[in-house]
């Protein structure tokens, strides 16, 4: 016999019908899913997709269950008063129980769902930086290029030649904090109202006891074609001369590029490209319409005729249900006892201390001013964590020489 439980049903059913998700449209995109996979962050979550791709089905833990029904009420709220919130949309939480088991899954909204646009460069952000960089795929297994979209045999020879890049195909993996060496290019207004969301989202998490989410983020290039009479001598061009940002609702800022921008998924090279002409003129100020002949000075000088940039981001905050845990603190206490960890570069940390890093990447990222408690609170964790999130018991058997470590350690919360 199988069971089949609908956890909070009144509750998710309000999320998705403030999405306008109607019930008929959510259990038939259930019924017909694509192939399942594990997911590509530590947990090793099984997942899959609706055939539309629109939504994500996610195993879990009954812990984790049990958790987001808790908070589900409150999640809920949060999320109809702040509908530019950026937080992971659950649209449901279930189990089926077979053979005796009981498995729980979650169902939440796919960030990259559009299917007109190829993520070129995927980044799973935390603010920490001890172990926080991308992993190559297995040798054999099937992988996407980043920039050309193709389907390729990672670690293969033949076939593996990328005609949009110098050498071979690189592996379109989820990069990470380290991984990360170009800012977010957006209007200082849209910059600062995205940075406020995160805020608010962050500090809702907070509240919550919830630690160690991510920020991801989606980068969709595109091609643009350079003016042939551009004077590059005198001049700093910059992105934000070609682009016009604004945000979507529902967590992604599209960049839209006036047109003579040639968008990169009409490669015709693999999925997801688009079949529509994304052409046009490139918006130039007109004091940069100059005489197009170089100096003799340049005369190994060459004039590029096109420029690649970001036209598009997807942002969302993911992995919202892990709390300051036992776990957590034992892990954290391992790696700066036992392992000689960089203390202040782990991702496991008290939920105050992991907002207010967070929050310090962001304005890093999106480039906003610093004049925020963020930044005052980071250069103060000396001073204890709140109570509130100190475990009942100690991360370690309370032994002398460990409660000396301990108690003299301003990097251990126990």
């Not at 509908?83 to 939480?93: D, I, K, N, Q, V």
Request: proline share 4%.
């Amino acid at each position: 016999t199988t069971l089949f439980v609908d956890y909070a049903p009144a509750t998710f059913g309000r999320i998705r019908a403030f999405y306008h998700v109607s019930t008929d449209s959510y259990v038939t995109s259930l019924l017909k899913t694509t192939k399942e996979r594990l997911s590509e962050g530590a947990s090793g979550a099984f997942m899959f997709f609706s055939e539309d791709q629109q939504l994500i089905v996610k195993s879990m833990s009954e812990g984790e269950a049990s958790f987001l029904q808790s908070i589900a009420s409150d999640y809920a709220a949060f999320l109809i008063t702040h509908p530019e919130s950026l937080l992971t949309r659950f649209l449901g939480c279930h189990s089926v129980h077979l053979y005796g088991t009981t498995f729980y899954f979650v169902v939440m909204s796919n960030l990259f769902s559009d299917h007109t646009k190829i993520i070129h460069r995927r980044y799973d952000i935390k603010g920490s930086w001890v172990n926080r960089s991308a992993k190559q795929p297995t040798k054999g297994k099937k992988v996407t290029c980043r920039h050309c979209n193709g389907k390729y045999v990672f670690g293969s020879v033949e076939g593996n030649v990328c005609p949009l890049r110098v050498g071979t195909h690189e592996p379109n993996v989820i990069l990470k904090d380290n991984d990360l060496t170009q800012k977010v290019r957006l209007d200082a207004a849209v910059a600062e109202d995205l940075y406020d969301q995160i805020k608010k989202d962050a500090g809702f998490l907070c509240n919550h006891g919830i630690m160690d989410y991510s920020l991801l983020m989606g980068v969709h290039n595109v091609e643009y074609r350079v003016s042939a009479d551009l004077d590059l001598g005198n001049h700093h061009l910059d992105n934000s001369l070609l682009l016009n940002t604004n945000i979507t609702r529902g967590g992604s800022a599209v960049v839209s590029a006036q047109p003579t921008a040639r968008n990169l998924n009409n490669t015709g090279l693999g999925d997801g490209g688009s079949d529509g002409d994304d052409t046009g003129d490139v918006p130039l100020d007109d004091d940069l319409h100059m005489d197009a002949r170089m100096p003799l000075k340049f005369t190994g000088t060459r004039k590029a005729n096109t420029v690649v940039g970001p036209a598009c981001y997807y942002f969302g905050i993911i992995d919202i249900l892990q709390l300051w845990n036992f776990d957590k603190k034992l892990e954290r206490n391992t790696k700066v006892l036992l392992l000689r960890r960089d203390p202040d570069g782990l991702s496991a940390l008290p939920p105050t201390k992991y907002k207010d890093r967070f929050c310090s990447k962001m304005a890093d990222i999106l480039r906003v001013g610093v004049h925020d408690e963020a930044f005052k609170a980071i250069n103060m964790w000396e001073e204890a964590e709140p109570s509130s999130y100190h475990a009942d018991a100690p991360a370690f058997p309370a032994t002398q020489d460990q409660r000396e470590a301990s108690t003299s350690n301003k990097h251990l919360y126990l």
